[in-house]
């Protein structure tokens, strides 16, 4: 279930929570708001971070008729989307995902998957860190990613 969401620069989301902090999401949520206020937007946003979480984004694109340069915002110049997903897994607990999209790429060039207070994966600059553990024994592996081809996150090869 999720329990939160953030995303800062898709189309007219800028910096956006739901629910605004310190609040968790419910079972049951419905947004309300006039014409315009972005409400089919943060559907887009939540559909958007599943199809990249598939690595479909390039089909997701064609199929709403949009560029890669309709994903960001108008009122900034940055070319990276940032997001955060907040989900509760029985029973692993508490998982967040977060990361940079960058728009260009149609990738994630930033990654993070955290299980409870492990960061059970993270990928910055070319390189996955993988929190391994086997018993008692736990270790971070490093794996290099130069030239590894994948569209919107790396979960979608993993």
């Known amino acids: 279930m999720i329990r939160g969401f953030y995303i800062d620069n898709f189309k007219s989301l800028v910096d956006f929570r739901l629910p605004p902090a310190p609040h968790e999401l419910q079972q049951f949520v419905c947004l309300v708001?006039?014409?315009?206020?972005?409400?089919t937007t943060v559907?887009?946003?939540?559909?958007?971070l599943a199809h990249m979480a598939i690595g479909q984004l390039d089909a997701w694109l064609a199929l709403?008729?949009?560029?890669?340069?309709?994903?960001?915002?108008r009122f900034l110049k940055r070319q990276n989307v940032a997001f955060r997903v907040d989900f509760e897994l029985p029973p692993l607990g508490r998982v967040v995902w977060e990361g940079a999209f960058n728009t260009n790429q149609l990738r994630c060039t930033r990654e993070r998957v955290t299980v409870g207070e492990v960061a059970v994966l993270n990928i910055a600059d070319q390189?996955?860190?993988?929190?391994?553990?086997?018993?008692?024994?736990?270790?971070?592996?490093?794996y290099d990613l130069p030239g590894l081809q994948f569209e919107g996150s790396v979960l979608s090869i993993l």
């Open 33 to 39: 708001g006039l014409n315009g206020a972005g409400k």
């Open 43 to 48: 559907l887009q946003a939540l559909d958007f």
């Open 127 to 142: 390189k996955l860190h993988a929190h391994t553990s086997s018993g008692e024994d736990q270790a971070v592996r490093v």
């Open 64 to 73: 709403r008729e949009w560029k890669k340069g309709d994903l960001t915002s």
